[in-house]
């Protein structure tokens, strides 16, 4: 089985985390993105991952020398130029020299979907292409899929204005797909497959879906990038993972309370952070509280700093003793 990962977008919704590095290269509790995405793929039987790249990609090239992650063979499709989520598709299809049924998923999406029912489904249907669908609260931000009772697709309403949505059931950015749907995409242009490439294949009644409650989180925001790394540690996807890692120092006279602190990151005395990510070597220095945040690599929180409302510290950023940020980006990016 061969897949195509997404993983070229620039993550403005995370800056400025991503003002120097992928999102998909972001730590979760220690380990990146990226690498957890393909070790659920390699679970379901994924032997090579084609990555479609845009921005930063020498930080996969230089993260993974030997072309090899989590078990599953790496080939690289660098675009010179975005192309959309289709466009990016087919490039990456046409560079992997893909000409079999294949498997497209996000890259930024953390999920416990069971690919193989995907498979299964896709093929039992004789589908050209079988998506995955996932339920949520506000679907205003999505792809919304309305399915007959064959699961055949209905229709592919990309981000209805809030409280129009036909359902709650969205795309889950995994696809099991026909090499005949690269023929869909015209090449050397921006093609989005959710607005062009999908609803052609709804005209022709060739696109199928498959609903899944399955655990799905799109970490490409501040709020998700944080609740997929406490998920990990409360358990919310098996056995609980370390929240704490070995290589950080934490002074008994600091407060952690439900918080990742990963490689290298140092909590001082008096000190107190809760509901939060503290990235590899990040400090958080004396009497300095950090609450629902993320501080990122390297970065410094001066003495007596408050943090809270999803602030987000970029790498190696200082922040000054005192300070009071509530809901702020640091640095604050300008036009």
């Keep these: 089985m061969r897949a195509v990962v997404l993983v070229g977008g620039f993550g403005t919704r995370l ?39 845009g921005y930063r990609p020498d930080a996969f090239l230089q993260a993974y020398p030997e072309d090899v992650c989590a078990g599953v063979r790496l080939h690289y499709a660098v675009e010179a130029e975005p192309l959309d989520t289709a466009g990016a598709v087919r490039f990456a299809a046409e560079e992997g020299g893909i000409d079999s049924t294949f498997l497209v998923v996000n890259g930024d999406v953390l999920t416990d979907l069971d690919i193989g029912e995907l498979w299964r489904v896709h093929r039992e249907r004789n589908a050209e292409g079988t ?4 339920p949520v609260d506000d679907p205003s931000r999505y792809g919304v899929v309305p399915i007959d009772q064959h699961g055949r697709v209905e229709a592919f309403i990309e981000k209805p204005p809030p409280g129009e949505a036909p359902s709650h059931w969205i795309n889950a950015g995994t696809y099991v797909l026909e090499p005949s749907v690269l023929d869909r995409i015209p090449a050397g242009r921006r093609v989005s497959i959710e607005r062009e490439t999908f609803p052609a294949m ?23 990038y944080l609740q997929v790394q406490l998920d990990l540690i409360d358990g919310v996807r098996g056995a609980p993972e370390r929240a704490i890692a070995a290589s950080a120092t934490v002074s008994t006279q600091a407060d952690v309370e439900h918080s990742v602190v990963m490689d290298g990151a140092r909590i001082d005395a ?7 990510a503290v990235l590899p070597g990040a400090r958080i220095c004396a009497g300095a509280t950090v609450t629902r945040s993320i501080v990122g690599p390297d970065a410094v ?3 007596g700093a408050v943090l ?19 809901g702020a980006r640091i640095p604050m990016e300008t036009a």
């Excluded at 809270?308 to 509530?326: N, S």
């Design 15 to 53: 800056r400025p985390l991503t003002s120097t590095t992928p999102k998909q290269m972001l730590p979760i509790v220690g380990r990146p993105m990226i690498e957890r995405v393909i070790e659920a793929l390699s679970r379901h039987g994924v032997t090579d991952a084609i990555l479609s790249l």
């Design 131 to 134: 998506i995955a669908l996932t």
């Design 202 to 224: 709804v005209a022709d009644r060739s696109l199928f879906a498959l609903q899944s409650d399955a655990y799905w989180v799109d970490a490409g925001t501040p709020a998700t």
């Design 270 to 276: 008096g000190a107190r952070v809760v509901d939060s």
């Design 301 to 303: 929180v001066g003495e």
């Design 308 to 326: 809270d409302e999803l602030t987000v510290v970029g790498g190696a950023m200082t922040v000054d003793p005192g300070l009071k940020a509530h």
